[in-house]
């Protein structure tokens, strides 16, 4: 079946250290997005991708960074630099082109916490 | 200014009534689209029903109906006959910018409510 696989589901991370966050969909989806969820909130925007090879930031970009070599990858580092990077963090996919009723579609997740 | 409110942090309904979740929404932007999403437990996102600003028609899909009233710019979603499954938290989202616009198309989701569904 189609969908987005990220990974792992839980993720911890030690003082200075950078992680990967994978995010993998099957879908043929162009445009994916990269959210963070912290607890009893609502999703913040942290980057997109309309294209390969092409992103922007969103609202909460500092201390993140990602890369799209691949249509179908859209990986997110969190660097050293995000001082509080403990939250929920969600990917997400959508179809291409102008219909504005196209929903994004979403993975199950990755937590991650600060060790 | 918050471009989406939800001014419900938490809401009960008892299993087979109708419950309805609030949504009010903030833009100048003629061309736009509202989602609610339901967030169960387990952390997936999962799309319930779509309404676009030009929409003549009130959305609805199954269970799920949305009351949008664009004058108030507000757009409640109604669960009728609610089951337990139904516990969750619901997300209300709009993308803004139409075919013109060159908008990236990137959602902006409200606080949630969280739905608590009695039996």
């Known amino acids: 079946d189609g969908g987005i696989t990220q990974s792992p589901k839980y993720l911890f991370r030690k003082e200075g250290q950078n992680v990967t966050l994978s995010c993998e969909q099957n879908?043929?989806?162009?445009?994916m997005y990269w959210y963070r969820q912290d607890p009893g909130q609502g999703l913040r925007l942290i980057y997109y991708?309309?294209?390969?090879?092409?992103?922007q930031k969103g609202d909460i970009a500092e201390g993140y960074s990602v890369s799209r070599e691949k249509k179908e990858s859209f990986p997110l580092t969190v660097t050293s630099a995000q001082k509080n990077p403990t939250a929920f963090y969600l990917c997400a996919s959508r179809k291409s082109g102008d219909i504005s009723n196209q929903p994004q579609h979403f993975g199950d997740g990755t937590r991650l916490s600060i060790l | 200014a918050q471009k989406i409110t939800q001014t419900q942090p938490g809401m009960f309904v008892q299993e087979k009534e109708a419950v309805t979740l609030d949504c009010t929404y903030d833009?100048?932007?003629?061309?736009?689209?509202l989602f609610w999403y339901k967030q169960p437990s387990s952390g997936e996102m999962i799309f319930l029903i779509y309404q676009g600003s030009y929409d003549q028609q009130n959305a609805t899909e199954g269970r799920y109906s949305l009351n949008f009233q664009k004058a108030r710019k507000s757009a409640n979603l109604v669960i009728s006959a609610s089951q337990l499954g139904d516990s969750a938290m619901y997300f209300c989202?709009?993308?803004?910018?139409?075919?013109?616009?060159?908008?990236?198309?990137?959602?902006?989701f409200g606080s949630g409510t969280q739905l608590t569904v009695l039996p």
């Open positions: 879908l043929n989806h162009d445009a």
């Open positions: 833009t100048s932007d003629p061309s736009y689209g």
């Open positions: 989202a709009m993308r803004e910018g139409g075919i013109s616009s060159g908008s990236a198309r990137q959602l902006t």
């Open positions: 991708s309309q294209i390969v090879n092409d992103f």
